[in-house]
């Protein structure tokens, strides 16, 4: 009772320069507080704890709907702030104006984390994955001396982690796009996480390995493919002949032809190479042996895919097999034989278990737009004037659905599939079709390099 009574004097001092009518109203409930009847005073005490343990503090606390909208707008319009911005065109000056209005809408960089793993996945769209200004402006997103160690026990437990996988993150995008860090990326890192740090040791690890790997492959492919198929046909046929005395033959070049009756006809183009030693080889085939030609084949540059096709023969058997003496002068550097007369003991064995596979000899390669029996066969026409032992020897065409055909099966409704075609002997003779518009390049070897 003692406790009740306190409390209730409590609050009546609370409201005492209010109103009248307050105290009036404190005056009442402490005679009833004082009271024998023990229900009044029970129902009484309730309601004054209950507004007495009410404070504003506590209904300030309790979220409102409307800052629940605020907040769900804010992270919107972070996931979205490229889509928004950049609406008409994605250029680099674009990409560039996001980061900015970024950095100006707040000065403590809030949401910067995700802002970065956002602008890193847009950063092919824009087309400036590959531009180190741009990597370094997103780094400077990045808040300065916040994140950076004091002590060593801060940088011995991955101070700030988020933070520093996220700056990994996007120096492992630069590595993976063969983007070389310079000194304003050193300076960043460090004016942002520290000198030990995991971002500095990635940085580091980039600059030792890069510049021993920059020019360690001996055939390179370039940033900018030709544009021109023509030129891309020569260019993958000269990559995959290894051969510095191979020749690249344009058979036909794309063209557009009119017909007698007015039907406008797209004539494909036909890139070939073949080299001597694949010429001295076919010039020895069987001519009771029929050759092949098979295909499509994919060749990956970079991000485009082209197809070529072969004129190639099933292993020769082992009884018909004639080995050859190697010439001495073929190769003076590195012999090709050796006849060495070595003592041998009884526990060495004469036999090797080597597994050889013989896929059989190529003969050419040819490149073109259209992969149909009709275009391979006047590019087979065209190795004709140069091997007159094809007019002996059967074709078969062993081809299976080009990419056209793939698109087109994959774009028809109807239940019909473009499958291989079967092996059909080539009725046509390669003296009734006369190629035009060939090219004959010179070998590379005046070149003095493989390009």
């Given at each position: 009772?003692?406790?009740?009574?306190?409390?209730?004097?409590?609050?009546?001092?609370?409201?005492?320069?209010?109103?009248?009518?307050?105290?009036?109203?404190?005056?009442?409930?402490?005679?009833?507080?004082?009271?024998?009847?023990?229900?009044v005073l029970?129902?009484?005490?309730?309601?004054?704890?209950?507004?007495?343990?009410?404070?504003?503090?506590?209904?300030?606390?309790?979220?409102?709907?409307?800052?629940?909208?605020?907040?769900?707008?804010?992270?919107?319009t972070n996931?979205?702030?490229?889509?928004?911005?950049?609406?008409?065109?994605?250029?680099?000056?674009?990409?560039?104006?996001?980061?900015?209005?970024?950095?100006?809408?707040?000065?403590?960089?809030r949401?910067?984390?995700?802002?970065?793993?956002?602008?890193?996945?847009?950063?092919?769209?824009?087309?400036?994955?590959?531009?180190?200004?741009?990597?370094?402006?997103?780094?400077?997103?990045?808040?300065?001396?916040?994140?950076?160690?004091?002590?060593?026990?801060?940088?011995m437990?991955?101070?700030?982690?988020r933070?520093?996988e996220?700056?990994?993150?996007?120096?492992?995008?630069?590595?993976n796009?063969?983007?070389?860090p310079?000194?304003?990326?050193?300076?960043?890192?460090v004016?942002?996480?520290?000198?030990?740090?995991?971002?500095?040791?990635?940085?580091?690890?980039?600059?030792?390995?890069?510049?021993?790997?920059k020019?360690?492959?001996?055939?390179?492919?370039?940033?900018?493919?030709?544009?021109?198929?023509?030129?891309?046909?020569?260019?993958?046929?000269?990559?995959?002949?290894?051969?510095?005395?191979?020749?690249?033959?344009?058979?036909?070049l794309?063209?557009?032809?009119?017909?007698?009756?007015?039907?406008?006809?797209t004539?494909?183009?036909i890139?070939?190479?073949?080299s001597?030693?694949?010429?001295e080889?076919?010039?020895?085939?069987?001519?009771?042996?029929?050759?092949?030609?098979?295909?499509?084949?994919?060749?990956?540059?970079?991000?485009?895919?082209?197809?070529?096709y072969?004129?190639?023969?099933?292993?020769?058997?082992?009884?018909?097999k004639?080995?050859?003496?190697?010439?001495?002068?073929?190769?003076?550097?590195?012999?090709?034989?050796?006849?060495?007369?070595?003592?041998?003991?009884y526990?060495?064995?004469?036999s090797f278990?080597?597994?050889?596979?013989?896929?059989?000899?190529?003969?050419?390669?040819?490149?073109?737009?259209q992969?149909?029996?009709?275009?391979?066969?006047?590019?087979?026409?065209?190795?004709?004037q140069?091997?007159?032992?094809?007019?002996?020897?059967?074709?078969l065409?062993?081809?299976?659905?080009?990419p056209?055909?793939?698109?087109?099966?994959?774009?028809?409704?109807?239940?019909?599939?473009?499958?291989?075609?079967?092996e059909?002997?080539?009725?046509?003779?390669p003296?009734?079709?006369?190629?035009?518009?060939?090219?004959?390049?010179?070998?590379?070897?005046?070149?003095?390099?493989?390009?």
């Open positions: 009772m003692k406790c009740v009574r306190c409390l209730l004097q409590l609050r009546c001092l609370r409201l005492v320069g209010q109103s009248s009518r307050s105290a009036a109203q404190c005056g009442a409930l402490l005679q009833s507080a004082a009271s024998s009847q023990p229900s029970h129902q009484s005490q309730h309601q004054v704890l209950r507004h007495f343990h009410a404070s504003p503090a506590c209904a300030k606390s309790q979220p409102e709907p409307v800052h629940n909208e605020k907040r769900v707008k804010s992270l919107i996931d979205d702030l490229f889509e928004r911005v950049a609406k008409d065109a994605r250029t680099k000056a674009m990409f560039n104006k996001v980061m900015d209005i970024f950095i100006k809408r707040d000065i403590r960089r949401g910067h984390v995700e802002f970065i793993y956002a602008a890193l996945k847009k950063m092919p769209e824009f087309g400036v994955e590959r531009d180190l200004a741009v990597y370094n402006k997103l780094l400077d997103v990045f808040p300065k001396e916040v994140f950076v160690p004091r002590n060593y026990i801060q940088r437990f991955n101070h700030y982690p933070q520093q996220c700056g990994v993150q996007l120096l492992e995008q630069m590595e796009y063969g983007i070389m310079n000194m304003e990326t050193k300076v960043l890192l004016q942002i996480f520290g000198e030990k740090t995991h971002p500095m040791r990635k940085y580091q690890r980039i600059m030792y390995w890069f510049p021993k790997f020019h360690i492959n001996p055939f390179p492919v370039p940033q900018q493919l030709p544009e021109d198929p023509v030129d891309l046909a020569r260019f993958s046929l000269t990559r995959i002949a290894n051969d510095l005395d191979a020749k690249v033959i344009v058979y036909q794309p063209c557009t032809d009119v017909t007698v009756s007015g039907e406008e006809i004539l494909p183009h890139v070939g190479t073949q001597p030693s694949q010429m080889l076919l010039a020895k085939h069987n001519p009771n042996r029929p050759v092949f030609v098979e295909g499509p084949f994919p060749l990956w540059l970079r991000k485009t895919c082209v197809h070529y072969i004129l190639r023969a099933d292993p020769i058997p082992p009884d018909e004639v080995e050859e003496p190697y010439d001495p002068e073929r190769c003076l550097d590195y012999p090709l034989q050796l006849d060495l007369d070595l003592e041998r003991d526990g060495d064995q004469e278990d080597v597994e050889d596979l013989d896929e059989g000899p190529v003969f050419a390669m040819c490149m073109t737009s992969g149909d029996q009709a275009t391979l066969n006047q590019w087979i026409s065209g190795l004709q140069n091997n007159p032992i094809l007019g002996k020897v059967p074709t065409f062993r081809l299976d659905a080009g056209r055909e793939l698109q087109g099966a994959a774009a028809t409704e109807s239940g019909h599939s473009h499958g291989p075609e079967a059909t002997l080539k009725e046509e003779s003296h009734e079709e006369e190629p035009q518009n060939i090219v004959e390049e010179e070998p590379r070897r005046s070149q003095g390099m493989k390009q």
